[in-house]
């Protein structure tokens, strides 16, 4: 699933709760916009392409959605990345890894399974200008992270 909610077959887009469970209908209708008009620009052949990186979800994540990120849409801030945690964490800290690099990091105050949460292109900031086609990148959670300084890569 690419940032736009284009599956891996060209010209169909997926979104809502048929590409995965939702806390919020506010959170369906949302992506329900953004894929049609991601599908709107697809039938007008301004689609953003080009090369990508992949996304997978890390220790402490059950999963992340978007799972392919065109270098362009990261380029251009039009990338939120959306996961689900795999387990209750308090004072958390998010890591966005490129290998053994952090390239960004946020933190929350309280994390829940059942709640769907969004890193936005803050925690991406980072991954610009040091991403190539092909790279797996990796968002990944751990517990304690207020009290730790931020370092960022």
């Known amino acids: ?11 169909v ?12 209908v506010d959170n369906v209708s949302r992506e329900g916009e953004q894929a049609g008009l991601a599908a709107a620009e697809y039938i007008r052949g301004r689609a953003s392409s080009g090369p990508a990186v992949t996304v997978t979800a890390g220790e402490g994540i059950s999963y992340v959605l978007p799972q392919r990120l ?3 849409d990261i380029m251009a801030d039009r990338v939120r990345l959306k996961f689900r945690p795999s387990g ?10 490129l290998g053994n690099q952090i390239l960004g990091t946020a933190r929350k105050r309280y994390l829940e399974p059942a709640v ?5 292109p803050k925690l991406l900031e980072g991954l610009k200008g040091k991403a190539a086609p092909g790279d797996r990148l990796k968002l990944r959670l751990s517990e304690g ?9």
């Open 13 to 24: 887009f997926a979104c809502g709760t048929a590409l995965h469970v939702q806390d919020l």
């Open 116 to 120: 769907m949460e969004t890193a936005g």
């Open 145 to 153: 992270g207020m009290e730790h300084e931020e370092s960022r890569a």
């Open 1 to 11: 699933m690419a940032a736009s909610y284009e599956t891996g077959i060209p010209g």
């Open 70 to 72: 065109k270098l362009s």
């Open 88 to 97: 209750r964490l308090k004072e958390a800290r998010m890591e966005l890894v």
